[in-house]
T-cell receptor, first 118, second 110 residues
Framework: GAVVSQHPSRVICKSGTSVKIECRSL??????MFWYRQFPKQSLMLMAT?????????EQGVEKDKFLINHASLTLSTLTVTSAHPEDSSFYIC??????????????FGPGTRLTVL | DAKTTQPPSMDCAEGRAANLPCNHS???????VYWYRQIHSQGPQYIIH???NNETNEMASLIITEDRKSSTLILPHATLRDTAVYYC???????????FGTGTRLLVSP
């Protein structure tokens, strides 16, 4: 199956700093990618839909100025957590579906990025 | 998006079949049933999906009732590595955002 990678896999940062997380589709192109967040012992919560060449669509309650999303190419989306605080510590996961599937197939998920804000 | 209901947890003995149920009584005619699983601290893994007919692949079988209001994921010979949280999701296409419920935590024991 198709592969989605994320970098870094783990990051620890100080409160107030910004952290960038990359999501890449390694062997397929994706116009749309999704960003999820998962707190311990909870389910995945969709944060935003990343659209190549246009603005991201954020879910209700997600601050767009805090979680900056850039989808500059058909294989790369980035999520930047700006001015991170301890409550932003979470597991961030991206997903994408190949354009060639015509939307009839599955989404592929990255391995996730564990962010810890001290 | 249609909602799904799954039991919070299930146990299964290694080597036996694991049958995971899912209710999706408000599913629309154009919505597929997708199953994913998440092993601890990893991204979700796709298992199988279907619209009306039963489906089988190398990982599992998906049985969808005729009225499409419920489905069952079958792992024919569960192994310890199948211990995970299993999510049943309905979505019109793979391009759409997926709404994750609480899933079923399957524990496979020796």
């Amino acid at each position: 199956g198709a592969v989605v990678s994320q970098h870094p896999s783990r990051v620890i940062c100080k409160s107030g700093t910004s952290v960038k997380i990359e999501c890449r589709s390694l062997d397929f192109q994706a116009t749309t990618m999704f960003w999820y967040r998962q707190f311990p012992k909870q389910s995945l919560m969709l944060m935003a839909t990343s659209n190549e060449g246009s603005k991201a669509t954020y879910e209700q309650g997600v601050e767009k100025d805090k979680f900056l999303i850039n989808h500059a190419s058909l294989t790369l989306s980035t999520l930047t957590v700006t001015s991170a605080h301890p409550e932003d510590s979470s597991f961030y996961i991206c997903s994408a579906s190949p354009e060639t599937s015509g939307g009839l197939g599955e989404q592929f998920f990255g391995p996730g990025t564990r962010l810890t804000v001290l | 998006d249609a909602k799904t209901t799954q039991p919070p947890s299930m146990d299964c003995a290694e080597g036996r079949a694991a049958n995971l149920p899912c209710n999706h009584s408000t599913i629309s005619g154009n919505e597929y049933v997708y199953w994913y699983r998440q092993i601890h601290s990893q991204g979700p893994q796709y298992i199988i999906h279907g619209l009306k007919n039963n489906e089988t692949n190398e990982m599992a079988s998906l049985i969808i009732t005729e009225d499409r209001k419920s489905s069952t994921l079958i792992l024919p010979h569960a192994t310890l590595r199948d211990t995970a949280v299993y999510y049943c999701i309905v979505s019109p296409t793979g391009f759409q955002k997926l709404v994750f419920g609480t899933g079923t935590r399957l524990l496979v024991s020796p």
